[in-house]
């Protein structure tokens, strides 16, 4: 009879356990793939998912506890078949679970508005000549290094900016500095950076507005007083929370409460994709600025 007793306590422990611990992995997915309520803040829709994913859970519990030891079973399936298949594994899950925990506690944004002045024409035409976005080499570079991180299913929840954020954090994390010759302003072609990634910030940002260009993105040189930077078209401003919300939920370590920084230009929104920030929109280097380099017209 005792042994029975302790049996029985046994499984209902197991069973409460399950009971909360799905809650978590069953929010994150609920998050992921079902579209939020538009009129209501990413913060709510979060909530939401966490109050769905506990009230399916009691309601699943009370009707079999079979049943909830079985969607137990079943998530972990569908997390074992994502991460052997569709490259989402356990590690993914945390993340996106991090995120929405950033997401809910971090300051959303800041935008910074700014009239762009126009550089000189020697180093504007400097800048334009080193631009190699259509050379095939940039090309496969930049579309190996777009899909490396942040799988499939990122890209079709956050689309194109999740490939332009591939790209920053490969070539951020790989970047090391290094200073030009003695006397000589050398600008780096990006089929020479590719091979190196190393140099100065024209180095870099030439690399950087290349390849975003090269995989159909937009992208612009920023100069300042002493530094030179890139920044990257990622929507209108009533894409705002949008991009907030996708900069915080791939990069949520690298952010870690911080502010998204970017730029507004007659609607336009601009994010600083600069390697002295470890997540695109980090601080600006240099807030002040002297010139922009487009290469749309």
């Known amino acids: 009879m005792t042994r029975m007793l302790q049996s029985s306590h046994i499984v209902n422990f197991v069973v409460r356990f399950i009971q909360i611990i799905i809650v978590f992995p069953l929010a994150v997915l609920i998050s992921f793939y079902t579209q939020r309520i ?3 803040d990413y913060e709510l829709n979060f909530l939401l998912c966490v109050m769905l994913a506990a009230t399916i859970s009691v ?4 009707i079999s506890r079979k049943l909830i030891v079985a969607m ?3 998530i972990l399936g569908v997390m074992f078949f994502n991460s052997t298949f569709a490259g989402y594994g356990s590690d993914n899950l945390y993340s996106d679970y991090n995120a929405m925990l950033v997401n809910m506690t971090s300051n959303p944004h800041k ?4 009239k762009p002045v126009k550089g000189t024409y020697f180093q504007e035409r400097r800048v334009k000549s080193a631009m190699q976005p259509t050379h095939p080499a940039v090309r496969a570079f930049a579309v190996e290094n777009s899909t490396r991180y942040f799988h499939d299913e990122y890209y079709r929840k956050y689309g194109k900016i999740a490939r332009y954020f591939s790209l920053f954090k490969h070539i951020c994390l790989n970047w090391k500095y290094v200073n030009d010759p003695v006397g000589l302003d050398y600008y780096s072609p990006p089929t020479e950076s590719i091979g190196l990634l190393a140099g100065d910030c024209d180095d870099y940002s030439i690399l950087m507005a290349s390849s975003v ?4 993105g937009e992208a612009r040189v920023v100069i300042s007083t002493s530094h030179m930077y890139t920044e990257v078209k990622v929507g209108t401003t009533d894409d705002l929370e949008a991009v ?3 900069v915080r939920t791939l990069f949520p370590d690298e952010v870690n409460g911080g502010k998204i920084h970017l730029h507004e230009t007659n609607g336009d929104l601009w994010i600083n994709f600069d390697y002295t920030a470890n997540y695109p929109g980090g601080p600006f280097l240099e807030p002040e600025l002297y010139s922009v380099i487009t290469f749309t017209e």
């Open 59 to 62: 309601i699943v519990t009370k």
């Open 72 to 74: 137990f079973v079943a």
């Open 111 to 114: 935008v910074s508005y700014f």
């Open 213 to 216: 260009m090269a995989i159909g």
């Open 244 to 246: 907030s919300y996708a």
């Open 38 to 40: 538009s009129f209501i």
